[in-house]
């Protein structure tokens, strides 16, 4: 997700206008006078969201650094990379971020030590993450984590642009012999502060880039794991719980149910998830890439990889790939303050 002071599209407000309108209006048969009333109307909506999410304060806590240390072995290097929802915007300890979440699960997981970095910025949109892989090659990182899109949504980046952006840095990545997995898009029509019809079209605007992502990503090797509305229900009868104080943002139990919808995907990608079951659950499977994709947009906590069938990656419909809804992690409440280990996390046990 973004910070608050890109709720707004960028550009003339005349043009905003038009431009939102035009998309309000496709299909609905309306004038040209009523497509310019609901742009008025959309735009007034978008100002409102402006001045009802405050605007970024503190920058995110820090967590780098070595997680698990006590275990045995050469350290698993892992990068986090996106906006502020992979760097941790909303909490305040470093064991609440994303980051440190993962990299403890994954320590733990594993049985041995992760050099976690985190390259993640405030506000990114998906055209800063070029900068952030050449910063992130330079670890050498065996795993990436990349959370982005919600600020191409809210600065109406051309979704083919963003995913262009997107599906470069997966690949660099990928020749670098680094496995990558992706929180696709969240659902920002789920953020209460934005009201219908903005709200509306913010989830119609947030699935669509979700499965663009996703169909991306896999065909350039990576996997994906669908964030969508993950929050929404929770939100809903939980504000003041699963969300920061700028109601934009998740909270620490927010960002801790993210990554337990992300561990399970990463550790397969390392070679270290669990045995998939003989008889796939309702709504799983092998199916072509275009419609998993747009499977997990509709479905958080969906995973969506590579697959053969009979020994081809391609079918008449495009790429195979396997759609699969993994039972999340427990998730467990933070530690107390002054818990006497500061570099691990009791986040994913």
């Avoid at 019809?197 to 119609?204: G, I, N, V």
């Avoid at 790939?321 to 994913?348: C, I, K, M, N, Y």
Wanted: proline fraction near 7%; glycine fraction near 12%.
């Amino acid at each position: 997700m973004g910070v608050a002071g890109s709720v707004v599209p960028v550009g003339p407000r005349r043009r905003q206008a038009w431009r939102i309108a035009r998309l309000a209006a496709i299909g609905t048969g309306a004038t040209a006078a009523a497509a310019m009333a609901t742009g008025g109307v959309l735009l007034g909506q978008a100002r409102q969201a402006r001045r009802t999410i405050p605007m970024a304060e503190a920058p995110p806590p820090r967590c780098d650094g070595m997680y698990g240390a006590k275990f045995p072995g050469p350290p698993l290097t892992m990068v986090v990379l996106g906006d502020s929802s992979a760097a941790g915007y909303g909490v305040h300890r470093r064991r609440e971020t994303p980051g440190a979440l993962l990299a403890t699960g994954l320590s733990r997981r594993l049985h041995r030590p992760v050099l976690l970095r985190r390259f993640a910025v405030v506000g990114a949109i998906s055209a800063a993450l070029r900068h952030q892989v050449e910063a992130a090659l330079d670890c050498a990182p065996d795993i990436a984590v990349i959370l982005i899109g919600g600020n191409d949504i809210t600065n109406r980046t051309p979704r083919g642009l963003a995913v262009r952006y997107l599906v470069e840095a997966v690949r660099t990545l990928r020749e670098a012999g680094c496995e990558v997995v992706v929180g696709t898009c969240p659902d920002l029509g789920a953020i209460r502060p934005i009201q219908p019809p903005l709200r509306w079209l913010a989830h119609r605007w947030s699935r669509q880039l979700a499965a663009a992502q996703t169909v991306a990503v896999v065909e350039a090797g990576g996997w994906t794991v669908s964030l969508g509305d993950l929050l929404g229900p929770r939100f809903a009868a939980e504000p003041h719980r699963m969300f920061a104080w700028d109601r934009f943002h998740p909270s620490a139990e927010g960002y801790a149910m993210a990554a337990a919808a992300l561990l399970p995907t990463m550790l397969s990608a390392l070679g270290a998830g669990q045995e998939r079951r003989v008889t796939p659950a309702r709504g799983e499977g092998v199916r072509s890439l275009p419609e998993a994709a747009q499977e997990a947009a509709r479905h958080a906590g969906t995973e969506v990889s590579g697959a053969q069938v009979r020994g081809r990656d391609r079918g008449p419909a495009g790429r195979w790939a396997q759609l699969r809804r993994r039972a999340f992690f427990g998730v467990h409440a933070v530690p107390q303050a002054g818990s006497a280990d500061t570099s691990t996390v009791e986040g994913l046990a």
